[in-house]
């Protein structure tokens, strides 16, 4: 090390960890970017998003709420969409509201699997079936009628 004073090893030591520090932020900005819902609890899901946030905030590098919001939106899977559409249509929609919703929408989708008995893969197949159901009134298909 050729540091002469206190002071010149003061800045190195700077230098070295704002370039850490950058290269962390920008981590944590592209897991928030790219972020999908996929088989996590929404729950846990909603709190890592969340986590991430914070991280920049304490970093003095904040993370825009209608950014987080509109990145939330977007990682959800097909069993949300109903539900993200409607969201997106509102004006100014805080974290906390899409918290509460996203939270509730995932409350009465258990409730249908308990007591509807369709869980999410009978829905699925379901969906699958009537989409290959409709494909065969085309008369190039050869499979059964």
């Known amino acids: 090390m050729d540091y002469t004073t206190s002071t010149d090893l003061w800045k190195a030591l700077e230098k070295l960890y704002s370039t850490h520090s950058k290269s962390r932020m920008n981590a944590t900005r592209a897991h928030i970017q790219t972020n999908r819902k996929g088989k996590s609890i929404m729950e846990e899901d ?9 991280v920049l905030a304490i970093v ?5 709420e209608p950014q987080l919001v509109a990145n939330m939106l977007f990682g ?6 109903h539900i993200a559409i409607l969201i997106e249509s509102r004006d100014n929609i805080t974290w906390q509201e899409l ?9 009465k989708l258990d409730h249908v699997d308990a007591f509807g008995g369709m869980n999410k893969v009978t829905r699925t197949f379901s969906a699958n079936y009537a989409a290959n159901r409709r494909g065969n009134n085309n008369p190039n298909n050869k499979g059964r009628s």
């Open 46 to 54: 909603l709190k890592q998003m969340k986590s991430w946030v914070d």
């Open 60 to 64: 003095r590098n904040p993370y825009l």
């Open 76 to 81: 959800l899977d097909r069993e949300y969409m």
């Open 99 to 107: 918290h509460e919703l996203l939270l509730n929408y995932d409350s």
